[in-house]
């Protein structure tokens, strides 16, 4: 089927047919995915996932009731018209990152007068030269042709509306919290301490990326350097994937950090001393939440809308800084008074965030405005 097929008839149904497109690559808009699929199968609504069977593995989609499909994170023809055959039938679909909205444009084509097309921006592309003007322009077709964008922070709303979206308004996504499920089988926190290594030493959780414009790769290596020399140096653990070049350089400088590829986040943050934000990613935010939820003090860099996230409720410090990074932990580490004031801080920060069931109800607000029958945005 080709972009110039004839739309299939269409219109509202019961219950509500939704799409939600993943790229894969990204755990913070997935963990989200999954927590809407959750809350609008609960809501009565049908719900197919497109995304990677990598993505599926991690985040279980299919265990929330809705239907998983393996549409792969490529943007090739084959992988487009598989998931135009699944937005054939749906009466909205919601893309999730950039890539994913590019394959969705591309997938509904001229079917987008009659198939309303979200995008949730979870964040931005740190490319640069003719790769960055490439996505730039993509995004900014992405953000003309979707009927309603979603933006993560008024600072992503405000971008929207400047790249061109016709309707763009603030969606704030509620980080899922692990401890709210099942948590048998959960080992107990000397043990996590124990398996990677920190024992009798301070543990530091971090994420890493795959992105060569992380702040994983630099400001906290460079920070870590200084950790090195302390008595015991800090342990640094670094959940997810990480560039080859940054491993290299850990074993090439004897530098205090461990990879634990995709360790149980929730069970490494529990037995943390303290968390750390570095740098940019477009799963800083989700990071963030899940630290302060779990009340680790977090250091963090002042980077897009951490300061406005975060609040007094962390340590932020200028971004690209690993003198400031370092010095920050440091201090923290000698100063167990300022981390319970942390601690205390995240509980009240806490609070004032949308819940898990909020952002549901309100993206299925949105849903329910374009759906409904009359005219689309």
């Not at 755990?27 to 993505?55: D, I, N, Y």
């Not at 890539?99 to 007068?113: M, P, Y």
């Not at 290299?248 to 943050?269: I, K």
């Amino acid at each position: 089927m080709t972009p110039q097929s004839s739309p299939p008839p269409h219109g509202p149904s019961f219950p509500l047919r939704t799409v939600q497109v993943l790229g894969g690559g990204h755990a913070g808009s997935s963990a989200h995915v999954r927590s809407l699929a959750a809350g609008l199968v609960a809501r009565g609504v049908k719900v197919t996932v497109c995304a990677p069977v990598e993505a599926e593995r991690t985040h279980d989609f299919s265990g929330t009731g809705a239907h998983h499909v393996h549409v792969p994170r490529s943007g090739d023809p084959v992988s487009v018209a598989a998931l135009r055959a699944l937005c054939a039938d749906a009466d909205l679909v919601h893309a999730h990152g950039l890539h994913a909205s590019i394959r969705s444009v591309l997938a509904l084509g001229g079917w987008r007068e009659r198939i309303p097309l979200v995008v949730t921006r979870h964040g931005r592309s740190r490319a640069e030269g003719p790769r960055a003007r490439l996505l730039r322009g993509l995004e900014h077709g992405v953000l003309r042709a979707a009927t309603v964008v979603l933006g993560t922070t008024s600072e992503s709303v405000e971008e929207a509306r400047a790249g061109g979206a016709r309707d763009a308004r603030l969606s704030a996504v509620a980080q899922p919290w692990p401890e709210n499920r099942s948590s048998s089988g959960s080992r107990p926190r000397p043990k996590v301490r124990a398996d990677v290594g920190a024992v009798g030493r301070p543990l530091l959780v971090t994420v890493g990326g795959t992105d060569r414009h992380d702040g994983c790769r630099d400001v906290l290596l460079d920070a870590a350097l200084a950790w090195r020399d302390l008595t015991p140096p800090p342990l640094v653990v670094l959940a997810g994937p990480l560039p080859e070049q940054s491993r290299g350089r850990v074993v090439d400088d004897s530098l205090p950090v461990a990879f634990v590829g995709d360790e149980d986040l929730s069970e490494l943050l529990a037995a943390a001393d303290l968390a750390l934000l570095p740098g940019p990613g477009e799963d800083r935010a989700g990071f963030a939440q899940r630290a302060l939820r779990a009340r680790v003090p977090l250091v963090a860099a002042d980077v897009g809308a951490v300061r406005d996230l975060v609040g007094d409720a962390a340590e932020v410090v200028p971004r690209d800084d690993a003198v400031a990074l370092a010095r920050a932990v440091v201090e923290l580490l000698d100063d167990p008074a300022r981390r319970e004031a942390l601690r205390e801080a995240a509980a009240r920060r806490v609070a004032t965030w949308p819940t898990e069931e909020e952002t549901v109800t309100r993206v299925l607000s949105v849903y329910d405005e374009l759906t409904r029958p009359g005219p689309l945005l």
